[in-house]
Nanobody
Framework: VQLQAYGGGLVQAGGSLRLSCAAS????????VGWFRQAPGKEREFVAA????????DYVDSVKGRFAISRDNAKNTVYLQMNSLKPEDTAVYYC????????????????????WGQGTLVTVSS
């Protein structure tokens, strides 16, 4: 599976962006997909994840109520809608796919993911 994340950009605090993670291959629906982010000088951190069918989701506390993850398996795409953006959301955002099964997969752990996209930069100005 090859993943490509896009949709990042520069936005003012309080604004919105929608990130997309497009995947190659016809079996994309069999993967759990997660979004992670990495700010300069910091470790990569979990942001959100979604199960194969889209019914199961999980978020880091700092984005709950502001971000929403969804997927369209027919389009081989996972989305991350980001609202009420804050300067601390500034980071390179990566999508990743895991062949492990929800809820057994530890969605917050980078080691649980088999494939990674190249990242897209989100910059939130104050």
């Amino acid at each position: 599976v090859q993943l490509q994340a896009y949709g990042g950009g520069l936005v003012q605090a309080g604004g919105s962006l929608r990130l997309s993670c497009a995947a190659s291959g016809r079996t994309f629906g069999s993967y759990v997909v997660g979004w992670f982010r990495q700010a300069p000088g910091k470790e990569r951190e979990f942001v959100a994840a979604i199960g194969r069918s889209g019914f199961s989701t999980d978020y880091v506390d700092s984005v709950k109520g502001r971000f929403a993850i969804s997927r369209d398996n027919a389009k081989n795409t996972v989305y991350l809608q980001m609202n009420s953006l804050k300067p601390e959301d500034t980071a390179v955002y990566y999508c990743a796919a895991s062949s492990r099964v929800w809820p057994k997969v530890i969605v917050t752990a980078t080691i649980q993911y088999d494939y990674w996209g190249q990242g897209t930069l989100v910059t939130v100005s104050s």
